[in-house]
């Protein structure tokens, strides 16, 4: 599951990466991956009470891919960047929030609209194409209708994740890769002194209209957090009048993006966090842990994390009712401590 950071040149996406993932910037047009652990405070709580060898977290994959180009003031998305845009599974957005090199303010929210204009455009182009083949075949009757469904929405300058669509239609959707049905956050990238603001309101009401998530964030005071020890984060942000860095917020935000939970697993040996999709079953849940354990699935023993931190043990939820057996169908939720039995 890969998150694709995005935006117009000099937005700071790059910068933004950079203070996330900790590694250095590549030459620009080449596209760069880093895996972020998502921060969970469950899995630093069962380690509290387990004591394991290790602690594994989720994680998510950013990539960095090159930015829109800017020629004279206009944005152009060329086929290279629509290309990499569509390998990815969720977008941010990086908004610039500054000044520019020249001196001129941030248009935050005309670049969000200048940049959700250039989506839509291309994914009118991949209907129009498509359309025009389905001419001249027979059959596909329902791939027709739906496109000719939504291809209005997007000759009218809306995103297609304003749109209400059915799981069977957006499965026939998939290998469109539409852009615009992608889920997407918009960071406006701030100065320092203002990264304690609240989002403005026209940048909000911009997101709202293309149906995304909005946060401001500093990727410059995000680099300078994590240069520093642990120790003195504390009193930087302090300074800067926050009570926390802004990067555990975007990565649970990038990963609530992408329609992730975690179950649990808990143990002497390890406390891990295991990313599913929403609505994934047991026994598929099962395979995350190893293809053998979904293969010969016999049952799942549950627990809600909140039930066994309240009663303090697996022992205790037992006794008190708290432990279940889930079958196979059984749909995974967030938060659930989770113990396969099987056999092969």
Not at 162 to 175: F, P, Q, S, T, Y
Not at 198 to 214: L, S, Y
Request: hydrophobic share 50%; glycine share 8%; proline share 4%.
């Amino acid at each position: 599951m890969k998150v694709g950071l995005t935006g117009f040149a000099g937005a700071g996406k790059t910068t933004v990466f950079t203070a996330l993932t900790g590694l250095a910037p590549r030459p620009e047009r080449t596209a760069q991956v880093g895996t972020i652990k998502v921060p969970d405070e469950r899995v630093d709580a069962l380690a509290n009470i387990f004591k394991p060898k290790k602690s594994t977290y989720a994680e998510v994959a950013f990539v960095d891919f090159p930015p829109a180009r800017d020629a004279a003031k206009r944005a152009v998305l060329d086929a290279e960047t629509i290309a990499a845009l569509r390998d990815a599974d969720a977008l941010v957005e990086v908004v610039r929030g500054f000044p520019d090199l020249t001196g001129a303010p941030a248009t935050a929210a005309e670049d969000v609209a200048g940049f959700a204009a250039e989506l839509v455009l291309a994914d009118l182009a991949v209907i129009e194409r498509r359309l025009e083949r389905l001419k001249k075949e027979k059959g596909n009757e329902r791939e027709k209708a739906l496109l000719e469904r939504i291809g209005p929405v997007l000759e009218g300058g809306k995103a297609l994740r304003n749109v209400e669509i059915a799981a069977e239609e957006r499965a026939m959707l998939a290998g469109f890769a539409f852009l615009t049905l992608r889920p997407l956050l918009i960071v406006l990238n701030v100065p320092e002194g203002e990264v304690a603001a609240a989002i403005p309101a026209d940048v909000a009401a911009q997101a709202k209209e293309e149906g995304a998530e909005a946060m401001v964030l500093s990727a410059r005071v995000e680099a300078e957090i994590a240069e520093l020890d642990a120790a003195d984060r504390a009193a930087f942000l302090a300074d800067l009048g926050l009570t926390a860095s802004a990067r555990d917020r975007f990565i649970r935000a990038s990963y609530a993006l992408l329609d992730l939970i975690s179950f649990l697993t808990a143990g002497e040996d390890e406390c891990r966090a295991w990313p599913i999709r929403r609505g994934t079953t047991a026994v598929k849940a099962a395979g995350k842990v190893h293809s053998d354990i979904e293969r010969g699935f016999i049952r799942a023993e549950v627990m809600a994390f909140d039930d066994f931190v309240r009663l303090g043990s697996e022992a205790k939820c037992r006794e008190a009712g708290k432990l279940r057996l889930e079958g196979k169908e059984y749909v995974v939720r967030d938060g659930d401590i989770t113990h396969f039995r099987f056999a092969v």
